[in-house]
């Protein structure tokens, strides 16, 4: 299975199957914490403008994907990016706890179930189309 990095971080049509999902989470996740840990307060300012937005639309096409294949709008990944955003930093305040559940939510929906069987609203099945 060879994946379209491009389509997978740069449009939010479709359907996404979870290995794909895991994958470009774990990219994205990995990519915005390297980057926290490696540019300084100066850097951080100057190119923070730039790299926060491109992860973030890059994190709603993967997560919109992975919506659409479980058969949900992909508008709610605007809700799991802004609990993700707003927990990023440890837990400060009792409304943290409710947007760590809400990403717990996202995670077993996401991560562990699987889509909807055949053809969606969406598009045809991911796996369906891999496996023909």
């Not at 979870?18 to 300012?45: C, D, S």
């Not at 100057?46 to 973030?56: E, H």
Request: proline fraction near 5%; glycine fraction near 12%; include cysteine.
């Amino acid at each position: 299975m060879q994946t379209d990095w491009a389509a997978l971080f740069l449009t939010a049509n479709g359907r996404l199957g979870r290995t794909p999902f895991l994958v470009g989470a774990a990219v994205l996740i990995a990519l915005g914490a390297l980057y926290e840990a490696a540019a300084g307060v100066t850097i951080h300012w100057l190119t923070g403008w730039f790299v926060y937005p491109a992860l973030i639309y890059g994190g709603a096409c993967v997560l919109s994907k992975r919506l659409h294949d479980r058969g949900k709008s992909g508008w709610w990944a605007a809700v799991i990016l802004f609990c993700l955003v707003a927990v990023w930093q440890p837990p400060m305040n009792p409304a943290d706890v409710l947007l760590s559940l809400l990403l717990v939510w996202a995670v077993v929906e996401l991560g562990v179930m699987g889509g909807e069987q055949g053809t969606n609203r969406y598009g045809a099945n991911p796996l369906r189309t891999v496996a023909a």
